[in-house]
């Protein structure tokens, strides 16, 4: 099992950047991929980004395209979220999650951050 703990969320106004960070403890050895997720009040949790850990290949949801930037740091066991030109859309709690395998759900998920986007 692999523990997450989330960090970097908060209050922002419109246009301006956040940077989300998630460290991994635990058997990280074995992680695939790591993804940040986030879910609005009443909305279902969606897939923001993803980064494969040895590879280091990248996925954005077409929201977020231009405008987060997923990246890891190995030597720390670390996954970062970029977040610029924020919108009001953007605010949700935001979540980092970690798999083992390619074609497995996330079995791993850190306690969520705020992120508000004021306008």
């Known amino acids: 099992q692999v523990q997450l703990v989330e960090s970097g969320g908060g209050l922002v106004q419109a246009g301006g950047s956040l940077r989300l960070s998630c460290a991994a403890s635990?058997?990280?050895?074995?992680?695939?991929?790591m993804g940040w997720f986030r879910q609005a009040p009443g909305k279902e949790r969606v897939l923001v980004a993803r980064?494969?850990?040895?590879?280091?290949?990248?996925y954005y949801a077409n929201s977020v395209k231009g405008r987060f930037t997923i990246s890891r740091d190995n030597a720390k066991n670390t996954v970062y979220l970029q977040m610029n030109s924020l919108k009001s859309d953007d605010t949700a709690v935001y979540y980092c999650?970690?798999?083992?395998?390619?074609?497995?759900?996330?079995?791993?998920w850190g306690q969520g951050t705020q992120v508000t986007v004021s306008s």
């Open positions: 999650a970690a798999k083992s395998r390619a074609i497995s759900d996330y079995e791993s």
């Open positions: 980064i494969t850990w040895s590879a280091g290949t990248v």
């Open positions: 635990g058997r990280t050895a074995s992680t695939y991929a």
